[in-house]
Each structure stands twice: as C-alpha cells, then as structure tokens.
C-alpha cells in the first residue's frame, strides 16, 4: 500500500514505539540525559526545522513539484523531524529526573550507578545504569530496566545476585558500585 493513503495512527507510520515503562510509567532520566534530549529538541524545534520549511518553500516554488527531487526529499525529512519532535516531547513530559550523585559514596546500586561485577565465567564488566531514553551500550551504558541492571539494582558490593539467562541461571557477584560526585552530575 501506498504510503501517501495510510493514516498517522496507522502502526506502521514510521514513527519510534515508545519503548514500554516499568513500575508505573515511570521514566527515569538524569539530569545530563534529560539535558541533552531537552537540547536535541530545541535544535530541531530552532535550526532543523526552519532550515527545512525554507529548503521545501524554495523547491515548491521551482514548480512541477511531481518530478521535483528536492521537494520529494524536503517533505520526507520535513515529517521525520516532526515525529522525533512529537517523540522527544512525550519524553520529556513523563520524564523523572533523578540524581545519581545523591548516592555518592554508597556502596548499593541505584539508578546512576556505575557497577563493576565479575559473571560465572570469571571476566569482570563495568556497566552504567541510566534511563531508556540515555543508555548506549556500545558506552557500557545499560537501562535501567534491562535484565542485568534489574539483577544488579539495590545490591552491594560483596552481593551475589542471580541473572535468569536463557542459558540458565548466572550468579554475578558485585565487585564495585560508584557515583559521580556530587559537582559533576548537574
């Protein structure tokens, strides 16, 4: 089916799912995360946007718009853009900022916590527990409602906790937890 005859509410519209929350729709976030959304949103609300309304004006004044390439293009990026506005929106409304340098000092695992934790097979990971919305894992960053993070959270250094894996059941043993300090997280 042609895309041009699909409604907005259709589920294949292109637009990101908005990944399900746990504990009771909370979205935790912390302040660096929330900042960079808050700030990725207003340059696309500020630069992108405007810079593409224009590129789109200019090639609908070109004339026959139905073989005009940069029109075509201008339209697609145009409602891409204003998905991820709608998206990082709806974000940040539910978004709950929580300071992870409250916790500096503490030897448990809470939200914002960097924890150094050794697996069945001997090798030692460190891993980050941050929101959905800020995780990468290609930076050791997991969310906070990952299968690992939701074994690690409120354990302590010395604590075995038990990973269902597909494999099987693995013990971790926590080996380290910090935070940043308290003048570097706001």
């Known amino acids: 089916m042609n895309k041009a005859f699909t409604r907005e509410t259709d589920p294949d519209n292109g637009e990101p799912t908005p990944v399900p929350l746990l504990g009771g729709g909370k979205n935790y976030i912390t302040p660096l995360g ?3 959304l808050r700030r990725e949103l207003l340059d696309l609300i500020d630069s992108e946007r405007p810079k593409m309304v224009e590129i789109v004006h200019w090639a609908a004044s070109n004339g026959d718009r139905s073989e005009n390439g940069d029109y075509h293009y201008g339209k697609k990026r145009l409602r891409e853009i204003d998905r991820r506005i ?3 929106t709806q974000r940040l409304e539910i978004a709950e900022i929580s300071n992870p340098s409250l916790h500096y000092g503490s ?3 809470f939200f914002g916590a960097t924890v150094t934790y050794a697996g069945d097979s001997g090798g030692a990971r460190t891993v980050t527990i941050l929101g959905i919305d800020e995780a990468d894992s290609a930076l050791g960053q997991i969310s906070w409602i990952s299968p690992v993070a939701r074994a690690l959270l409120k354990s302590r250094v010395g604590d075995d906790v038990s990973l ?7 013990v971790l043993e926590v080996l380290k937890v910090s935070y940043p300090p ?5």
Do not use: H, M, N, W
């Not at 269902?164 to 693995?170: H, K």
């Not at 308290?182 to 706001?186: H, T, V």
């Open 182 to 186: 308290p003048d570097q997280s706001a």
């Open 34 to 36: 929330y900042e960079r």
């Open 164 to 170: 269902v894996t597909p494999q099987g059941v693995q």
């Open 107 to 109: 030897d448990q695992a």
């Open 86 to 88: 709608r998206f990082l």
